[in-house]
């Protein structure tokens, strides 16, 4: 939820590879390599913005090809595309949205000033210099004496802060929020509670200071989290386990191809979303074809609101992938820790603010899953003189990625299965958001304080997170249909057995994005997907469905209130929308200070057609979290998720046609 | 769903320890051994009861001693316990309820007969025996010859009749379901339709037939899920994976008590139930000390209604564990298929109907799981000059058994994890039930034929699955209360700062077990079990949370439905009641042609005080099943479940302290 500050990593490994494996294969929604992005950053530093003294980069990606041309390209007519970027820049108080037409030399073909509401992501750079300010800010440096505090053991941290109701567009603004750390390297556990720091980000300077109470900074110790830091009695132990494999890896990487078992599917990696698929395809035993599953998915937003609404927090409601970058936020990933030790890391890269490339060793991993579950199984005892048992032990392809945006940690994870499924998973982890507090004890307490007591004078802070994905299924193709089969009662009235009810599967195919949008769990049904132009041999038509696996939290805010405004799409957790290649950000593209107008619920209300057309599906997984005691000083993972499996895609299981290893 | 006939095991393995190990080591939870069981059964077989013809063993299980005094031998005073016997037989077309003490003698201390409504379980060998009934039946060898079929091919199975409304106390009927093997081993698939064959069990003799109508009985081509059967193209292979345990296994198994990590608890097996985990404790860091977290769980009942109102459908509305006995439908485990190579395998045994013990091999297993994944883990590059990651590889301890009730198979996991979490998982495969019909193909359906077309003259009938829990939890002790912890909007009206709402909590402590009906999701809410006298340093009740994984599908059959009388519970997720140790099956002791006058809504009704008591909590993992062509010949895993998990239990997270290996 926190921002991140400028990244210690190691910044100068500018690999000539990123996110890119041994083959030097073009695809054309490769990523934009390292060199890419920097002759695209020096052809705009050497441009008509030349001039400018503040040009910054916000957004340095692939503006990927129109999606009839990558369908062509991918089914054969392999004319080289047009590889272009799109970029997002400030320059003097203004945005810019360029694009660039890297395959005709980098010439800059469009340079269009944005003046809607919102700003881009607030850049690593400027919440590291943002954060700097406080130290020669005499008031503040006032604020840390008067709590008895060195500033040397200060950390300061910028967050965004949100709208809420200014009429006219406003300065670029970040507030900032300070932790101690002195013997902990938990600084989220020991906040400066009192303060609101101001800084207007373009001018790069306090405008705005105040310290309005001194609350004791609760206790380092008990925070710290590291093993070097721990003393007996130690914690119970387990002893290790290592997957081996050996005949070797079952799955390729080609360039931004992997290939495992009967899947298909490109990898790349956006600053903004993280890991992104492409041209997911599921492989047909009886033809060898690969029939399309889904043209892209990725995360499109991360909306995280707190639920205090006093002078320091109330504007803690955190868009994390719009106004941070979810994908620049990927941590590297530990062997042994974050993925199997074998698992097969790749490093991933985005621009930095001031063009340059700047590497993420490790930032995603690629495994095999053998967590010891059958994909099917039977026993068969009923057939005399003969007992049969049969069944295969399941394995996946995990895809993963841990994004933290400073306090917080989430694990999302793509899993293929052979079944066809594509298990989509977020494991919350991290430290959770405290606000110091006087109480040292719940009898202490006597009014709402937002919060649960986890630790002395350490409240933590109701909040939710919601985690929306962009999914454009192409179920066998890229007309759709979205069909909610719901589940009525009948009742039996004709008398011909004594059974007096049952339910029936009505299914309703939605004409138009109204009757796309769905509150999960309001009546019991099935959401698919499917494809109306295919069906199988049999007359179904072939399609996916929706399942989820838990954390189905919607928004409890009021749908007036500025965040929800602004997040109005939490209130249910799926929308089917017209596939528009410019709708990709479920909270607009300018999510920072962003006013709602451009939202995923705003789109749905020109309730387009629906039926039979390219459609994208969104869905929200949505996590209420009321601390506990156990989550700090760090939080043990919370698991949620959704399932996206055939149905009716296949004439049949595919899994039964596997041979046992 | 199906019913189970006579397995065709090694019954004549007879082992001495069953559900044991190395260790004889006594506790009072263990389930009967096979010597018991014998001289319990020969001890009847010789008592007044010996003249009756029929004399037969419905249910032969440990009457676990009275709670006080099982958790005063578990604090240490170690005073042998009276171990019993609880036997329910039929003779003389009776039910009896006997009573045995084992320590003295294996004396009968009571013989009640039960007269009220409802049977003990069908067993497998009068189920064997009515099943045989057909080849013998004019009608029916004349009904397999109309279709063209030979009595060779044709399998029958028993099916639980139900209650549809007769008056007063009935016969022990059922129904026989039959099938055509054929070229295939998958006969669930070829339904031999159209007939109803109904048989006293008491009489043993079919009391009525009927072959309404002929319909095409379904080709075997395609249905049969053995490797040897399968012909090129052949499915997609992956590599094979194996987990290693460099240092050998974490856990120990001493008789009946299974120790790993922080968690200890008592491992038995029952008839009815299946697994059953006892006296589960979790170990506190601090000091060493064992704190208890449930002192009884196990599944309860599955309820699985079939949604077609037909006449030889209609009274498809199985309780798998009352009618069956779930326990005894384990299937033997397979390592490298079932559970990993490694794992720990355990026999379980229960009483034949003629009272000798039958061994199902390799009923349970044990293993540690390493998915790959964190149990918690964050990086830091906040703090100047450094960058911190720290977290843990999970590893988690996971119990299994896998019941076959005839074509499902119901993979059934508790799952511990140092967290102190207990993940209870629902993994349902085999054989959906089919109807046979004239369509080869979806246009040719006019009307509701209540299932999907998955094959050719083949349909897969709508259907529910509802698992239900039994769990008496003890946390840190027996008096608990549930609270409901709302989460509800507030509107902020002072104007204090820009925000307009926020959510908080409400906690809501149940009174009496009507306060304890939930259905969740009809409002956003946290379940917790706490110790209303225990708290943390903090002053926080310590407490679990139940969080549910998906699959929370309740009953949409009408509340004067017949089954739905009987499974009335199933309109809720959630109940929570006042321990009573006769109160274990949801359905009733006597769940066979049950009325619904002795269930768990009707014991909640009584409407005890549950706040600061010993309450039990009873859970159901619910699934809505359309299927669809790819459960075809055999469905891939559905996986649903929940998780309990420390809410405020520990002061604060536990997996902190353990050392990295």
Known sequence: MLPMALPNLPTLLLFLFCLSRSSARYHPLDPLTPSEISTICRTIKSSHLASSKSLAFHYVGLDEPDKPDVLAWQSGRRAALHRRAFVIARADGQTHELYIDISNNNSITSDKIYDGFGYPRVNVEEQAAASALPFNHTPFVESVRKRGLELKEVVCLASTVGWFGEGRQGRRLV???????????????????????????????????????????????????????????????TKPGVVVQPQGKGFTIDGHIVSWSNWVFHLSFDARAGVIISLASVQETENWTHRSVLYRGHVSELFVPYMNPSEEWYYRTFFDAGEYGFGLCASPLEPMMDCPADATFMDACYAGQDGKPVVIPNALCVFERYAGDPSWRHSEFEIPGKVVTEGRADASLVVRMVGTIANYDYVMDWEFKISGSIKLGVQTTGVVQVKATPYAHVDQITEDEHGTLVA????????????????????????????????KTVRVTDGGTPRKSYWTVVGETAKTEADGRVALGSEPAYQLVVNPNKRTKLGNNVGYRLISNGATATSLLS??????????????????????????????????????????????????????????????????????????????????????????FFESNPLIKIRPH
Not at 463 to 482: E, K, Q
Not at 581 to 599: F, I
Not at 612 to 617: E, K, N, P, S
């Open 456 to 487: 002395e004078n350490t409240m933590g802070v109701y909040h939710d997170h919601y985690i929306t994905y962009y999914l454009d299924l192409d179920i066998d193709g890229s007309n759709n249909s979205f069909v909610n089969s719901k589940l």
């Open 559 to 648: 749908d007036d209130d500025y965040p929800q405004i602004r997040a109005s799409y939490t209130k249910k957790q799926l929308w089917v929308t017209a596939y528009n290649k410019s709708e990709r950000w479920a909270a607009g593209l300018y999510t920072d200070q962003s006013r709602g107008d451009d939202n995923l619920a705003v789109w749905s209300q020109r309730n387009r057609v629906i039926e039979d057309r390219d459609i994208v599906l969104w869905y929200t997984v949505g996590f209420h979290h009321i601390p506990c005691q156990e989550d700090f000083p760090l939080m043990p993972t919370l698991a949620g998720g959704f399932e996206l499996r055939p149905y009716n």
């Open 175 to 237: 507030n900032l929020l300070c932790f101690v750390t002195g013997d902990t390297v938990n600084l989220y556990t020991r906040p400066l509670e009192g303060v609101t720091i101001l800084v207007d980000l373009d001018a790069m300077e306090i405008v705005a200071y105040k310290d309005r109470k001194v609350v004791p900074v609760p206790k380092a110790a008990g925070t710290d989290y590291r093993a070097s830091k721990q003393e007996p009695p130690f914690g119970p132990q």
